[in-house]
């Protein structure tokens, strides 16, 4: 149990476009899911917490009109990297708490490459 | 805000030997504290965790134990295996809301 699912694994893409980032928990409905992102060697780095319903909460320094966050459903939250700059180039990567549980679950993974 | 420190950045074992890692929090309402493995490019996975009212917990090889007062707690892996060999990263949160996550350990299991 408690499975996320995560996609695209792996993205290229040019300068200037945008890229969505699904997250999804396979077998259990998640109220908040957050996304990170992590640079080669290093740690995760909370960029957002996500709430079904309602607008996703930014750490400091995320620019919210970059990443957009949409937490549309229960099982189901995205990340839109929009206008995409190589700099942008990272793992993101998402998880899930399963109702009240304390466990965050994490997707996969996205390795997003700009050009 | 919260901060964690985990130390050592490398950790390199002989296979059969012990492993130990170490973090301190600075937020004294954090009282969730997991700890994750995570292999090259791969997710991270939750080896074990321990909440505030606890002060020390085992899984088969792998223990964690907490000192609230001086905000430090620690993973000890017994009997290290190769496939030991990955990323820890250690964290805090409060009441399971977001993680606040240490620089994370390499640990390398030597045969």
């Known amino acids: 149990g408690a499975v996320v699912s995560q996609h695209p694994s792996w993205v290229i893409c040019k300068s200037g476009t945008s890229v969505k980032i699904e997250c999804r928990s396979l077998d259990f409905q998640a109220t908040t899911m957050f996304w990170y992102r992590q640079f080669p060697k290093q740690s995760l780095m909370l960029m957002a917490t996500s709430n079904e319903g309602s607008k996703a909460t930014y750490e400091q320094g995320v620019e919210k009109d970059k990443f957009l966050i949409n937490h549309a459903s229960l099982t189901l939250s995205t990340l839109t990297v929009t206008s995409a700059h190589p700099e942008d180039s990272s793992f993101y990567i998402c998880?899930?708490?399963?109702?009240?549980?304390?466990?965050?679950?994490f997707g996969a993974g996205t390795r997003l490459s700009v050009l | 805000g919260e901060n964690v420190e985990q130390h050592p950045s490398t950790l390199s074992v002989q296979e059969g030997d012990s492993a130990v890692i170490k973090c301190t929090y600075s937020d004294s309402a954090s009282n969730y504290f997991p700890w994750y493995k995570q292999e090259l490019g791969k997710r991270p996975q939750l080896i074990i965790d321990i909440r505030s009212n606890v002060g020390e917990k085992k899984d088969q090889r792998i223990a964690v134990t907490l000192n609230k007062t001086a905000k430090h707690f620690s993973l000890h892996i017994t009997e290290t295996q190769p496939e030991d060999s990955a990323v820890y990263f250690c964290a805090a949160s409060q009441d399971g809301n977001k993680l606040v996550f240490g620089a994370g350990t390499i640990l390398r299991v030597k045969s």
């Open positions: 998880s899930a708490v399963p109702g009240l549980d304390y466990i965050q679950y």
